[in-house]
């Protein structure tokens, strides 16, 4: 059986002068990283995978270091806003334009130019490859919000539970299983830390 640990990353530098469509971790989200690794070290993960995107790498690094084990990098793990010239928070975006965030709250994927059916594929393709090339029973998948809630959203059958499901920064929601197809559920959103 293998045991799946969806990380969401840390807090973002929104608004980063050199890389503002792809941000690293803000320093309050690398500490947070830094803390969630010492806690994650000690649940046996033997594989490690990441987004492209800086944020989720940043987030995977300081466990990488610990354990020794460089993260595997699956395309179809970034975000629906992988690829724009400018990162903003769901907050940024709601405070914005309140208009534009009820467009993005109906359909993210949209909302980014993108196709939701293929987003949705080119997630659950990503995570199923993942899941099948791990060579350990203990995957540790570095990600994003949207990410998270799609590949939560098929293990419980379900397309409609996008907006209800609160995944917060450095949080930890776990799957088992033996297949992408036959998972469980185990838990949504765990904080194992506080942020600093």
Do not use: W
């Amino acid at each position: 059986m293998k045991h799946i640990l969806l990380i969401r990353h840390g807090l973002p530098h929104e608004g980063h002068p050199v890389h503002p469509g792809d941000p690293p971790l803000h320093p309050a989200g690398m500490r947070h990283a830094r803390r969630l690794a010492t806690r994650l070290q000690r649940e046996g993960v033997d594989c490690i995978v990441s987004s492209p995107q800086r944020r989720a790498m940043d987030t995977a690094q300081p466990l990488a270091r610990l354990l020794g084990i460089a993260p595997t990098i699956y395309d179809g793990l970034a975000e629906v806003d992988h690829g724009t010239d400018r990162y903003r928070s769901v907050e940024t975006m709601q405070a914005e334009d309140a208009k534009r965030f009820s467009e993005f709250m109906a359909s993210p994927a949209r909302f980014f130019g993108k196709d939701p059916d293929q987003f949705r594929q080119g997630v659950l393709g990503a995570f199923e490859a993942a899941m099948r090339e791990a060579s350990g029973k203990r995957i540790a998948i570095f990600a994003h919000g949207m990410t998270i809630k799609t590949i939560l959203c098929a293990a419980l059958g379900t397309e409609e539970a996008y907006a209800r499901l609160l995944i917060n920064h450095c949080s930890v929601s776990r799957l088992s299983g033996h297949t992408p197809g036959k998972l469980r559920v185990d838990s949504i959103n765990e904080s194992l830390c506080t942020p600093v």
